[in-house]
């Protein structure tokens, strides 16, 4: 599987994706610094919760793009006939996609949150946004939500895979994300400090998208190829 994946890396211009993930960072740290102010935003914890609602709004989108290109592609320039008829079974080829469609979720809803939220604190002491106190207890409980945000980013993110395979449409993909975005970015977020309750959510978010990833391997396995 591992060397599946890397074959996977290989395909696609990581130097563009990444650049262009920097980018992404660098629009929504300006965004947050500039708009938030004008938000009538005075705590930390409701500055960190709209960070993280605009990073991960962003990166559902971003990562259903990721996903579109690693997986449906290969139907889009007809080149899925030449990949299935390699000696391995279609649900390894399409299970190396989607890890690797998982893993760079995961890590780009965790570095942007890092990143957006240093960002923003560094504004913060220089312009003096929010008054109150900064503490390593905030610290902390934002730096435990970001990761269990950034499971359930993962989990949306593949919640759109069934619909792109079963249209056979990288643009259903995309289309899906934007209104899954729109929807549930930031949402299970209102969880307050009940920790049990975030890590359900997330928990449920992280099912549900691999479940819709199992029904589109599964359907891949079953039908022809074009």
């Known amino acids: 599987m591992a060397m599946l994946m890397r074959l996977e890396l290989r395909k696609i211009r990581l130097r563009n994706w990444l650049l262009s993930f920097a980018a992404a960072n660098l629009v929504i740290a300006m965004w947050v610094v500039t708009n938030l102010p004008n938000e009538g935003v005075r705590t930390f914890v409701e500055a960190f919760y709209s960070n993280r609602s605009y990073v991960e709004m962003t990166f559902i989108v971003f990562s259903s793009v990721f996903m579109s290109k690693l997986v449906m592609d290969e139907y889009k320039s007809k080149t899925v006939a030449n990949l299935f008829a390699y000696p391995i079974a279609r649900s390894r080829l399409l299970a190396a996609k989607l890890i690797v469609t998982a893993l760079f979720s995961f890590a780009a809803s965790m570095l942007s949150n890092l990143f957006v939220a240093a960002f923003f604190l560094a504004a913060n002491a220089k312009n003096g946004y929010i008054a109150e106190p ?73 099912g549900a998208g691999f479940v819709s990833a199992a029904f589109a391997v599964r359907k891949a396995e079953r039908e022809d190829i074009l």
């Open 134 to 206: 900064l503490t390593s207890g905030l610290l902390t409980d934002e730096a435990l939500r970001i990761f269990i945000n950034a499971f359930a980013v993962t989990g949306v993110v593949l919640l759109p895979l069934y619909v792109g395979m079963a249209r056979k449409s990288g643009n259903a993909i995309i289309v899906a994300s934007f209104v899954l975005a729109l929807g549930l970015g930031g949402s299970h977020d209102e969880s307050g400090h009940n920790w049990t309750l975030a890590a359900a959510i997330a928990a449920c978010c992280v």
